[in-house]
């Protein structure tokens, strides 16, 4: 082999490794979660077939509400601190295959109104009118990966 060839399998080489890292670092940075602080406004608990999204359960300041006369029951009007147990979500899961929990947050730097979907155990844990630190990804920033603080 030739001292030019020598070479230019070193530049290549050492092209592919730089190439390698810059996608490896991107991908790390779009994928790594980010810490957010919001105030929650808004409670929603959604039935879903389908591309339809049904509101079941919204809780606000004034309350629960029941917005679906068919699970109206499982919750009275006016209750407060809206928390979906497993047998509940069982329950509503026979009217809908699937169920998402939303929350409505002010961000506290941002000053600016997001809609977040959230994991049934999470939900349980957030209050109306109280803070949350939480995390989202980068990627899915409409999806609250973790509460962190309340």
Same mark, same amino acid.
């Given at each position: ?8 399998? &070193?530049?290549? &080489? ?18 790594? +979660? ?18 339809? %999204?049904?509101?079941?359960? &919204?809780?606000? +300041?004034?309350?629960?509400?029941? =917005? !679906? ?12 601190? =809206?928390?979906? !147990?497993?047998?509940? $979500? ?5 009217? /809908? +295959?699937?169920? *998402? /929990?939303?929350? =409505?947050?002010?961000?506290?730097? $941002? !000053?600016?109104?997001?809609? /977040?979907?959230?994991?049934? *155990?999470?939900?349980?844990? =957030? ?5 949350? %630190?939480? $995390?989202?990804? &980068? ?5 609250? %990966? ?5």
């Amino acid at each position: 082999m030739k001292l030019n060839q020598i070479d230019d399998t &070193r530049r290549k &080489r050492a092209i592919l490794i730089f190439i390698a890292t810059v996608i490896f670092i991107s991908f790390k940075g779009f994928m790594s +979660p980010v810490t957010e602080v919001g105030y929650i406004l808004q409670k929603d608990v959604m039935g879903v077939e389908g591309d339809e %999204k049904v509101l079941i359960f &919204r809780e606000g +300041p004034e309350g629960v509400s029941a =917005l !679906n006369v068919s699970c109206g029951q499982i919750f009275p009007e006016g209750s407060e601190n =809206l928390q979906v !147990n497993e047998s509940v $979500e069982a329950e509503l899961k026979t009217v /809908y +295959p699937e169920i *998402e /929990y939303m929350v =409505l947050m002010r961000l506290c730097v $941002e !000053n600016e109104v997001r809609e /977040y979907r959230v994991h049934r *155990e999470d939900f349980n844990m =957030l209050e109306i009118g109280k803070v949350a %630190k939480f $995390e989202v990804y &980068r990627s899915e920033r409409d999806f609250i %990966k973790e509460i962190i603080e309340m």
